[in-house]
């Protein structure tokens, strides 16, 4: 497809057939170009094992393409009948307790159950076989959200799928797997495989490195499933791109993209607001930058977020005017081509009733459907920003296992939290217009000036040599507290902290000093701390700022070290905002990283850079209209006008310009 792919989730199904013809007219006039279908339609395609009726499909893709409108297909595979669960029960989840769930709701299966994939691959298998050639689908959309209520599952046959899992990462060494656990603690020691079982409720903290091979072992078996599904649609249709939908945002951490995203053809995601988060804004473009980088800096695509309240938060609070439009070209700008939506139509019943869609229970006559219409306009006027890609010179480090050992029980502070770590060395880089991209911890950092890495509690040798070679050859990195300090097993790295960047950073510490909720320390630039304090020496670094207070008072909070032809800085403490964005900002400034275009606080700037222009991107999150230099002989795309010297970004607007290369 060109250009900008716009439409959301489509479920005819829920509809009356006569409601069809309105919604063809009505995605028209929206501007929709391609919808998802089938998401949720298992039970209808197949009554009964091995019977279908696709009837009611095909009269939806002859009408998709009688309008012109591209299907992205789905394989309804998230949902499975309640027949099915009938003839297999023993495909329902068991949760830590001990506990089988029920059907009635959706992901209602184990993810290593034998039934259970049998039944997804002959539904994809039937829709492969019919609709590959069909000319309304341009997509493959596997299954729905993969891990969202059941990533994991603590069964039997769950802990035959781990254990074989096991063997095959530790070579059918069970002596290897004791060592990598530590089991002589606690009295741990497994003799045979079939004594291990998923980390299931026990009396006391369970092991950590099994509590970390299991959230491996879960995301990959989900992956394995994704996988099986796509190779399957793959026989049937070799040209047809597949996706999946991911869900790179706040409150979702059960997968490793980072595993996940090679297997894609195209890169998706769902990303929702947080009602209690006041600066929402920042969470989509940190989600937008993250999935960019799992598309390897190719274009993705938006496959769900909402036109205003969802269903599933304790608040669900509307949009604010113009937040709509806003939110979706903030995806655009940090390389989103698609824009989509849950769903096309607001269901009148069933579990997502009150959430928000692009045509609401009011209909038409609505605000939601006004800027509905006016999005599909502003996206078919940035058409040629498809195919561009973004340019940074900064990189963050993120890591799905490091998140989840940081996280793990028994660690010195329960008030560390990997995403609000990141966010918070993220933030400053976002208000001050600097492009980012995000990396694993062992990827190419040739293209940077700059890396951050905000927590980076575990990482492997391979990482840790990656990261020292990069200030090695003259990059600048700086590192956060707890990082480096155990190895891809959980273990620590004895001879102080902080493990494996000690050497790098030019320090050593021998205790740490966790803060207290509500506690704080002086800072010796004026600033002040919280969370996190550790007794730092020393050992070739310079101290840039001190602690002031607290039992660790003249003791290094902030050093920097020479390292090689580049130079590592540690930030050893969590200081509050303003300080840690004069600092970041002292950092950038010294790697030589210039913000994509300075603007005044409160718009949000992006670049995208196509093969003979660039894409810069405005977006007013305050209530004052701004002024913002432009290049000469520069267009604003969205009303079409030549500007010069300077573009203006009403409050709460938008604004697009290409500038012309050179």
């Keep these: 497809m060109k250009g900008i792919a716009y439409g959301g989730d489509y479920n005819p199904e829920q509809w009356p057939e006569e409601v069809w013809a309105e919604d063809m007219r009505l995605m028209r006039e929206a501007g929709v170009t391609m919808v998802s279908v089938g998401i949720f339609s298992w039970a209808l395609l197949e009554p009964a094992e091995g019977s279908y009726d696709f009837s009611l499909l095909d009269r939806v893709l002859a009408m998709l393409e009688a309008n012109g409108i591209a299907a992205d297909l789905a394989t309804p595979t998230a949902a499975p009948p309640a027949w099915f669960f009938r003839a297999h029960p023993e495909a329902l989840p068991v949760d830590r307790d001990g506990r089988r769930l029920s059907y009635g709701s959706r992901q209602t299966f184990c993810p290593s159950s034998p039934a259970y994939r049998e039944a997804a691959l002959r539904m994809a298998r039937a829709l492969g076989e019919r609709y590959a050639d069909h000319p309304a689908v341009v997509m493959w959309h596997v299954h729905n959200e993969y891990g969202c209520h059941n990533a994991e599952c603590y069964c039997d046959e769950s802990a035959a799928s781990f254990r074989r899992w096991l063997r095959a990462r530790y070579a059918d060494d069970l002596a290897a797997l004791n060592d990598a656990w530590g089991t002589r603690f606690w009295s741990q020691w497994y003799y045979d495989w079939d004594e291990i079982l998923p980390p299931r409720a026990t009396g006391a903290v369970p092991n950590p490195t099994h509590q970390l091979d299991w959230r491996r072992f879960c995301s990959d078996e989900l992956l394995s499933l994704y996988e099986a599904e796509r190779e399957v649609l793959r026989e049937a249709g070799p040209s047809i791109p597949a996706t999946t939908n991911f869900m790179v945002m706040y409150n979702f951490d059960a997968l490793d993209y980072w595993r996940w995203a ?280 310079s ?44 950092i950038r400034e010294e790697a030589g990283v210039e913000p994509v275009r300075n603007a005044p606080p409160g718009v949000e700037v992006a670049l995208r850079r196509g093969a003979d222009a660039d894409f810069l991107f405005l977006i007013n999150h305050t209530s004052r209209g701004t002024e913002v230099p432009v290049a000469p002989g520069a267009l604003e795309l969205l009303t079409g006008k030549a500007v010069e010297g300077s573009v203006r970004v009403p409050a709460g607007d938008v604004a697009v310009v290409r500038e012309p290369r050179g």
């Design 262 to 541: 090679p297997k894609l053809d195209v890169v998706s995601n769902d990303h929702y607001l947080q009602s209690a988060d006041p600066e929402s804004e920042i969470d989509i473009a940190l989600s937008g930058d993250l999935v960019r980088s799992l598309a390897g800096g190719r274009p993705w695509l938006l496959m769900e977020h909402s036109t205003g309240a969802v269903n599933w938060q304790p608040v669900n609070r509307a949009k604010n005017p113009g937040e709509l439009r806003r939110n979706a070209l903030a995806h655009v700008a940090r390389g989103a081509d698609g824009i989509a939506y849950f769903q096309w139509r607001a269901a009148k019943a069933g579990a997502e009733q009150w959430h928000s869609a692009m045509l609401p229970h009011a209909g038409t006559d609505s605000q939601i459907w006004r800027d509905v219409v006016q999005l599909g306009a502003d996206l078919r006027a940035l058409a040629e920003v498809g195919g561009s890609v973004g340019t940074a010179e900064v990189a963050i480090v993120w890591d799905w296992n490091s998140r989840w050992a940081m996280e793990l029980p028994s660690q010195p502070s329960a008030e560390l939290h990997f995403q609000d770590l990141v966010r918070a060395w993220y933030e400053p880089l976002w208000r001050a217009g600097v492009a980012v991209d995000f990396v694993r911890p062992d990827a190419d950092l040739s293209a940077y000036r700059l890396v951050l890495a905000p927590s980076l509690y575990l990482v492997d040798e391979e990482g840790a040599a990656n990261l020292t070679a990069f200030a090695s050859n003259g990059g600048t990195l700086a590192v956060g507290f707890h990082s480096g300090a155990v190895d891809e097993n959980c273990h620590v790295r004895l001879g102080g902290y902080p493990g494996a960047f000690r050497e790098l950073l030019g320090v050593t510490t021998d205790e740490l000093f966790p803060l207290l909720p509500g506690e704080s320390v002086g800072l010796s630039d004026g600033g002040t701390a919280t969370l996190w304090t550790e007794r730092v020496r020393l050992a070739g670094a």
């Design 543 to 586: 101290a840039v700022t001190s602690y002031t207070s607290g039992p660790l008072t003249g003791v290094p909070a902030v050093t920097r070290h020479d390292y090689g032809a580049g130079a590592a800085w540690y930030v050893a403490t969590a200081p509050d905002p303003s300080t840690l964005a004069a600092l970041l900002d002292r």
